[in-house]
């Protein structure tokens, strides 16, 4: 198997998160900088060992078809929209996701700018977030986030593709969303009510007994099973951002690397349209999702040397059919972002 790109490390305390469109005529470029994005990553990152600095490159469903020729990745399509009876998870643009993480802002900020300054005009960004670690891995919500992640072995079982599709063995698929928090809302719930939401302590951070656990609480619909009554895990990577003063936006950017897209697409399911349907996840009536896209991780060895391009007369009806429409108010549909 190829080297897969550097997902599972310790949890750093920095992330920046960038999604971007490719721009007509920018899909040349594109390939080029995300060849050059391994040796970027360890250059930058050979400079402060100790900070576990990592670059993450996914690709979106209708990009992979303008970036590479030949096959694509089996199980690769866009974010679906869900429509709950009273919360929704919006699906919006991104062909790219760059996922950096270090324990130092600088290295993250310094490979972000390297990768942006050469990627130039080939590209649009349509959402940037920089994330910080808050206290002992809370969110902004106060509670401690990842603690039932997969670890060693588990974690690479979870996130990598295997022989069910050669082509693509060590590649991930990843989901992301930018949740905006109602910190007034949230706040104005009892530390009991919030962790009902939860469907955890929020100080001890202990899981509530299944007698007592809400059904509607986060932990209980995001809890999966297979036929066998197995728990089937992702990778959460969230982190904590948002601007401090003001109305600036504030929150979660949840981000989840999956070895496909099914277990990630039930979750979100669960938590949107409920499960039973209308027993939707109690969190969401204080965090709004505003962003969500789908994309898939390539090895790095696929990145570094990556097939031909596609001929040029077959693009274009590709990348209309399978991204997410424009809204009719020219709006990309990312909070204030237009
Ligand atoms: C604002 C957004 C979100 C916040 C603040 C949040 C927060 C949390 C917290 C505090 C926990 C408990 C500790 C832990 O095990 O990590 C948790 C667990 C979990 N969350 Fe979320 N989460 C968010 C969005 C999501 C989304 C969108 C999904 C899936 C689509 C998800 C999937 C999970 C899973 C699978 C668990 C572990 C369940 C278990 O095995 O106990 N979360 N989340």
Redesign the pocket.
Known sequence: MSTPQSIITRKTSSSVFLVLTINDGGEGTVRDALAELPDLSSAVGSRAPEAALAAIVGIGSAAWDRLYSGPRPRSLRPFTELVGGKHT?PATPGDLLIHIKADRMDLCYEVGQRLTQRLGAAVTTVDEVHGFRYFDL????G???????PVGQDAVDAITVGDEDPDFAGGSYV?I?R?V?DFADWEALSVEDQEKA???TKLE?I?MADDVKPANS??AL???TDDDGN?I??L?D?MPYGDISGSGEK??F?I?YSSGPDV?EQ??R??FIGEPEGNY?R?LDF?T?VTGGQFFVPTSDFLSDPPEAPDPAELGATAADSEPAPRSDGSLGIGSLR
């Open positions: 998870a809370r969110d902004l919500i509670f401690v986030d990842g603690t039932e992640n989901v969303q949740y928090t939860i469907g955890r951070n899981e986060h932990i995001n809890v999966i728990e895990d992702i959460r969230n929150g979660t949840y989840a990630s979750m979100l669960n938590m996840d969190l965090t999702a």
